[in-house]
C-alpha cells in the first residue's frame, strides 16, 4: 500500500457535508471523494502506525481491510438514529477475535472538528473494572508511573462517571491523586483531543501517533492484565 502522506484539507469539509446531507443519493454521487479523502489515507494511516503498535502487542489486528478501520455504513437496525452513513471515522488496534469490553484498545476517531487518540476501553465490563481497582488498590505504584507518563504525553483520563466514588474507605488519604479517578469510573479510557491542526494534514501524523501512543504501552499492559478474558502470558 502507498505510503500515508496525511489527510487532505478537503476531508473535515467532506464530512461536514455528509452529516448535513446524511442520505444515499447524496453519498452515491460522491464515492469517489469518500475513497479518496477519507477511506484510502485512513487505511493508510493504520499501515503506517501497525508496525509500532504490534511491538506493544504482537496480538492485534493489523488488517486495514477488516474491522479494525471504520467502514462508511452505519448498522441502524437497533439505533433510533437510521441515518446511513458514519460522520464519525475511526481506527482501532485491539486484538484479533476479541470484543470491546474486556481488554482496552488503542484508537483514533476524527470528525469534521478535529480529532482524537488514545487507549482505553470502549465499554468495559463490571468485572473488569472491579479488577482493575483491586490491582491498583494492591500494586499503586506501578499503576502511578504508568498514569503520569500517560499524563505528561498529553493524555487525560475520561469515561462515564458512577455517582459516587468505590474509592475504599481510608485510601484517599494514601492512594496517589492521578489515580483515584479509577475508582469512580464505570468505564475509563485516556484521550488526548486536537483541532483540526496542520499535523492532521502532513505525512508526520503517523510519526506523532506512534511517538505519544508508546507513552500509554505501560499502562496499556497493566489494564489488559486485568481483563476478566485475559489467557495467561
Known amino acids: 500500500m502507498t505510503a500515508f502522506t496525511g489527510f487532505s484539507p478537503q476531508a473535515p469539509a467532506f464530512l461536514a457535508d455528509l452529516a448535513a446531507n446524511n442520505e444515499t443519493a447524496w453519498f452515491n454521487a460522491r464515492k469517489d471523494d469518500y475513497r479518496d479523502l477519507i477511506q484510502t489515507p485512513l487505511r493508510r494511516l493504520f499501515v503506517a502506525v501497525a508496525p509500532a503498535m504490534l511491538e506493544i502487542d504482537p496480538r492485534f489486528d493489523d488488517n486495514p481491510m477488516g474491522g479494525a478501520v471504520s467502514r462508511i455504513r452505519r448498522d441502524t437496525r437497533f439505533s433510533r438514529d437510521k441515518s446511513p452513513y458514519r460522520v464519525k471515522q475511526w481506527m482501532s488496534f485491539r486484538r484479533a477475535g476479541e470484543g470491546w469490553q474486556d481488554r482496552p484498545a488503542f484508537f483514533l476517531a476524527f470528525g469534521p472538528g478535529g480529532y482524537r487518540y488514545g487507549m482505553g476501553f470502549y465499554a468495559a465490563s463490571p468485572a473488569t473494572m472491579t479488577a482493575i481497582r483491586a490491582a491498583i488498590a494492591a500494586r499503586p505504584t506501578p499503576f502511578a508511573e504508568a498514569m503520569a507518563a500517560a499524563e505528561d504525553a498529553g493524555f487525560v483520563l475520561e469515561g462515564e462517571a458512577y455517582r459516587r466514588s468505590r474509592l475504599p474507605k481510608g485510601m484517599d488519604g494514601s492512594l496517589p491523586a492521578p489515580l ?20 492532521f494534514f502532513s505525512p508526520d ?7 505519544r501512543l508508546a507513552r500509554l504501552a505501560p499502562l496499556y499492559h497493566l489494564l489488559s492484565a486485568q481483563s476478566v478474558r485475559t489467557a495467561p502470558p
Not at 181 to 197: A, N, T, V
Not at 205 to 211: K, R, V
Open 180 to 199: 483515584q479517578p479509577w475508582f469512580g469510573l464505570k468505564s475509563g479510557h485516556l484521550r488526548r483531543e486536537r483541532p483540526m491542526e496542520p499535523l
Open 205 to 211: 501524523l503517523a510519526a506523532e501517533l506512534t511517538s
